[in-house]
């Protein structure tokens, strides 16, 4: 691009996964809200979840080739080298093609080759564009840990996670970006609309089941087990039992009735309805659920590196909510400690503000006017620059 350029530029790469997704998108709109004319470039993969989610939002999408990083010697750690560099080539096209001020990054398959690609990589030659990146989990992924030592700014959600900048120092912490219509949600507000939107009574407390996108059978098999004794205790049931997966209950109650949907598209009027929920702690599912002061038990998926644990401790140790693990969860665990917690409202009253006491309704502004500014005196750079040709 050449000549005077008046808009800022930022490329946000955040893609495979949701939760790699979401925080990037609500930057971008915190960003597009505080400064409407900055031109926002979304990186991803063609795999990725971000094909149908970042266009949705209304963000030019830009793909190149993914670099998932082996954790054990495998033939792809061999083939490693040569992904990374025909994927850093390919970043710095479409970093030069939008004329990039400033990279904000995630993690994920997308986030190395854009780290490197931004601070030169091997074309060292091109100029160095500031980089910020943003670490959601409570165990940093490979990709920001090496961007990390790059980055301008280094944020984090929480404290420990492993991600520090070039003088050794830790992240700034700033919790978890969540989409704007969950850092402005009016919870009981939307109640009665959001019970009503479900089918729910207008009384009684409600429990909210989900396991991501896909479902989680362990969360299907143990509340739908436990559905009589739910409904003689008259809580009401919203369950998004995955689109792949049935769900058959029987109706024990018509006063205290059991939903079973494969998919919650609506999930801020399922948030509303509920007075706890049983879900993931995947760290955007803790963000939001925290954000909107909802009680939980966090039921850490039972593989990984255990970082699904590590991102429900905080809100734990707040008293916002309580962990089993996935095995421990059982029909009996729901009917002895679930069904107990939901009818006791003084304790849901008190787990419900150590969660909102955890949650970050601000992350995404706050980053947003940290990318901002450190755009904005690139872009001031680059255009002395032009000048003094």
């Avoid at 094909?51 to 792809?76: N, W």
């Avoid at 969660?355 to 750079?381: M, S, W």
Wanted: with cysteine.
């Amino acid at each position: 691009m050449s000549g005077n350029k008046s808009a800022l530029s930022v490329v946000v790469a955040g893609g495979g996964t949701a939760g790699h997704i979401e925080p990037a998108l609500a930057v971008a709109d915190a960003v597009k809200a505080a400064q409407p004319d900055t031109r926002i470039t979304a990186l991803g993969t063609a795999r990725g979840l971000e094909t149908t989610l970042v266009p949705a939002r209304g963000y030019t999408l830009e793909l190149i080739p993914p670099v998932p990083l082996p954790r054990k010697p495998t033939m792809d750690l061999v083939k490693l080298p040569t992904r990374i560099l025909a994927s850093v080539r390919k970043t710095r096209e479409v970093l030069d093609s939008v004329d990039a001020d400033v990279i904000v990054g995630f993690g994920g398959y997308v986030a190395l080759p854009a780290y490197l690609a931004a601070r030169g990589g091997v074309l060292r030659r091109r100029r160095k564009i500031p980089i910020v990146i943003h670490e959601a989990n409570a165990s940093a992924g490979i990709a920001n840990k090496i961007g990390a030592c790059l980055a301008t700014r280094v944020l984090a959600a929480v404290p420990g996670s492993g991600v520090k900048n070039r003088g050794d120092q830790d992240a700034e912490i700033v919790g978890i970006p969540v989409r704007a219509s969950i850092a402005n949600f009016d919870r009981a507000g939307l109640r009665s609309q959001a019970r009503e939107y479900f089918g729910l009574p207008q009384d009684g407390p409600v429990l909210l089941v989900f396991g991501g996108s896909q479902g989680a059978k362990s969360l299907n098999d143990a509340v739908s087990g436990a559905a009589e004794e739910l409904a003689k205790a008259g809580i009401s049931v919203l369950h998004a039992h995955g689109p792949k997966n049935s769900l058959e209950v029987t109706q024990y109650s018509e006063t205290a009735p059991y939903v079973a949907v494969p998919y919650l598209s609506r999930m801020d009027l399922a948030y509303a309805a509920a007075d706890a929920t049983i879900c993931r702690s995947g760290a955007m599912t803790v963000a939001e659920v925290s954000a909107v002061g909802l009680p939980a038990v966090y039921v850490p998926l039972p593989h990984g590196n255990g970082e699904q644990e590590l991102n429900a401790k905080p809100v734990v140790a707040a008293g916002g909510a309580i962990i089993v693990s996935d095995n421990e969860l059982t029909p009996t665990f729901v009917a002895g400690t679930v069904v107990p917690m939901l009818s006791d409202s003084a304790r849901l009253d008190k787990m419900s503000s150590g969660a909102a006491n955890v949650g970050h309704r601000t992350a995404a502004t706050e980053i947003a006017r940290i990318v901002l500014d450190i755009a904005a005196k690139e872009n001031a750079v680059q255009e002395n620059a032009r000048g003094n040709r």
